[in-house]
Structures are given as C-alpha cells and as structure tokens.
C-alpha cells in the first residue's frame, strides 16, 4: 500500500518510516512544511517529496495518510485526507477535542475510509505475555502503577506550546488512558481524579492520576516532563506482580524482560524484540484489505472521550479545606 507522510516529524523519521520499511512498503510520498524534499527515506524506499500538505493530498495517488505534524493540526490535516478519500493514521492525540474525533469518525464512516489513531505500544507482544501470564495464574490484574516520564525538553519543542497542542495531558495523556481497555478487559474507569503538579510557561508540564475501575480495580499513575527518564508499568492482582520496564515505548530492536513474581516464585520472562509500529500498521493494513476498520475508529473515539474527561478532571481540582486537616 503507498503512503503519504504528512510531516516529517522526529517520530517519523525515528519509528514510522522504518516499520513502514520492514513491512515491505516501498513507495512513501513525504511533504514536509520546513525540510521540503531534505528528507531521507529508507534504503530501497521511493516517493515524491512536497512542501507543502495541500499539494501533496492533491496529487498523491497514496492509499494511506499518516498525519505525523504538531498536535494541533492534526484534526484539520486527516479532514482533508478523509475528505480526498484516503484512509488515515493519525498520531496520538488524533484530535484536541472529543468533538472533534466524533466529526472524524462520521466523516471516515461516511468515506468508507479507516481511520486509525497511533497509540501503538498496546501493539508490542508483550501485552499478550503479560495477559497469558495473569491467564495461566487463573488471576486478573487489578491494580496497575505507571510512570512515563522524561527530563526537560529544549524549550523550541512543540509540547511547550498551548496553541500548538502542547502539554503534558495531551502528551502523555493518552498513555494513561488507553490502560484500561489494555489490561482490564477493556473496562472503562468509574472515576478519574488528576492533578497537574507542575506546570512550564503556558503548559502543564506534569500530572498525577489515580482512576478507578469496576470490580474494585485501579490505576495511579506519574506523567510528566520534568523528573528522569521513567517508562515502567506495574501490573499487580492476587497472587501474581509483573513488572514491565520500556512498557509505553517499547524499542523495535531489543527483547523486553519482564519481572514476574508469583507468590515466592520470582523470575524473568523475556519478550522477543518487537516493533509496535510495525505490529500497529500491520493490523491497520490488515483491517483495510478486509474492509473492517470500524473497531479502530471506535477506539480512537472511545480514547478521545477518555482524554477528555482526564482533561476535565485535571481542570478541577479539589484542595483540601483547612477545616478537613
Ligand atoms: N506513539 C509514540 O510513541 C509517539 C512518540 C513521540 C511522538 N508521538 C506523536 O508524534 C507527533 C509528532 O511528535 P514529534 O515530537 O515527532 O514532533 P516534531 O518532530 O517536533 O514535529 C512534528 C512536525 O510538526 C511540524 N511542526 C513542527 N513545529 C511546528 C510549528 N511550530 N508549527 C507548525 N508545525 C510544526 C513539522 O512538520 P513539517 O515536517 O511539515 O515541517 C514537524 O516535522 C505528535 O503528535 C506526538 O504526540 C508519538
């Protein structure tokens, strides 16, 4: 399938255009606001290069968009993919507001078009390892302690940018969401409360979550870019703990080890390397060939509607009165 990248992000370069690469894509047409036809494709890859998105979505003759640009233009740039028939890939958040990713949805269900948000490390195996662990226990996790954080960016990042979608909610967000339908059976929380706990220039550049779960199940979690580098995920329920190291961006070329302990029983169970955006793009091709790309726009939305009550939550807090102390 040809593919039309639209923004030659750090991402892109990084993730997107190898796992497109080792899947056997070959033609990629790329258009790049500020590098033009500076970019580099993989070996034994081809395409046109644009400088600019409206040309490129009005010449290409590529099947697929992947909208890979600041969050804050996400929204307009798979309209007018969708709008030209295309099917979409967007990066996480697809959109800024749940509105917004209901209209998409209605317009690539209108389309006939996929349209697929890249929140991929659900993608990477180790999340079936982890589930046919609890599985073969005969347990189920219930509670999960996360926290994906990275030192300060430099201060031109887009992520320091209210109007450009900055923001660690909008970030990072998504990776605390997506847990439930991960890892607990696709529930939905009961409750969300956040609290940013710092904030950069315009930006909240940290939160804190606790949510909860049906069936007395639930999530705390540190998001952030201000404390070290940190992307470990503990999956805890009766009887059985595992310890994921790597568990947001999990890389492509290295095995995952994962820390099992079962009662006294504690040992390591390593996960071949794995590329989960190869694993997403694979499933993503595969739901279009079938022509059954309904479910990954369910789930684009049914995350926005999550990112969005997270936001929410975030937006009001609830400090302690000093009568309660
Ligand atoms: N799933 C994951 O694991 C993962 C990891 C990291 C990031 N992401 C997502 O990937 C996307 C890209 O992130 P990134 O850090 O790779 O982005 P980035 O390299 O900072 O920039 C992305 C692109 O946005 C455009 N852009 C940059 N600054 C802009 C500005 N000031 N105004 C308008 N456009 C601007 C440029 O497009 P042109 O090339 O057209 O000039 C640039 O190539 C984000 O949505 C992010 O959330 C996902």
Redo the contacts with the bound molecule.
């Keep these: 399938m040809k593919v039309l990248l639209?923004?030659?992000?750090?991402?892109?370069r990084r993730?997107v255009l190898p796992a497109l690469a080792s899947l056997g894509v070959r033609d990629i047409d790329v258009?790049?606001?500020?590098?033009g036809a500076d970019v580099a494709l993989p070996p034994g890859v081809t395409g046109r290069c644009y400088d600019d998105?409206r040309v490129a979505l009005a010449r290409t003759d590529a099947a697929l968009a992947y909208v890979?640009?600041?969050?804050?233009?996400?929204e307009e740039l798979a309209e007018r993919a969708l709008e030209r028939g295309l099917h979409v890939a967007v990066?996480?958040?697809a959109c800024l507001s749940v509105d917004a990713s209901r209209r998409l949805v209605q317009l690539a269900r209108k389309r006939g078009c996929c349209l697929a948000e890249?929140?991929?490390?659900a993608y990477h195996p180790l999340y079936r390892e982890v589930r046919r662990i609890f599985g073969d226990a005969g347990r189920a996790p219930t509670r999960l302690t996360a926290a994906f954080s990275f030192p300060p960016l430099t201060a031109d990042?887009?992520?320091y940018?209210a109007a450009?979608?900055g923001g660690s909610l909008?970030?990072l967000g998504p990776y605390a969401v997506t847990l439930g339908r991960v890892l607990l059976d696709g529930a939905a929380p009961e409750s969300i409360a956040c609290r940013v706990v710092e904030r950069a220039g315009e930006v909240e550049s940290s939160f804190s979550v606790l949510m909860t779960f049906p069936g007395g199940r639930s999530l705390v979690g540190h998001y952030g870019m201000t404390t070290g580098y940190q992307n470990r995920l503990d999956v805890l329920g009766p009887d059985v703990a595992v310890t994921i190291d790597r568990a947001?961006?999990p890389p492509a070329d290295l095995p995952i080890q994962l820390g099992v302990a079962e009662r006294d029983r504690r040992r390591t169970v390593e996960v071949p390397a794995a590329d989960s955006?190869a694993e997403f793009f694979r499933s993503v091709f595969g739901a279009i060939a079938r022509g059954e790309h309904d479910e990954l726009a369910a789930t684009l939305l049914a995350d926005a509607a999550l990112l969005n009550e997270l936001r929410r939550a975030a937006a009001t807090p609830a400090p302690l009165t000093s009568s309660a102390l």
């Design positions: 639209l923004g030659y992000s750090s991402l892109a993730r258009a790049s606001v500020s590098r998105y890979s640009t600041v969050n804050s233009t996400h990066d996480k958040p890249a929140t991929v490390y990042n887009y992520r940018r450009l979608g909008l970030d947001f961006s955006f």
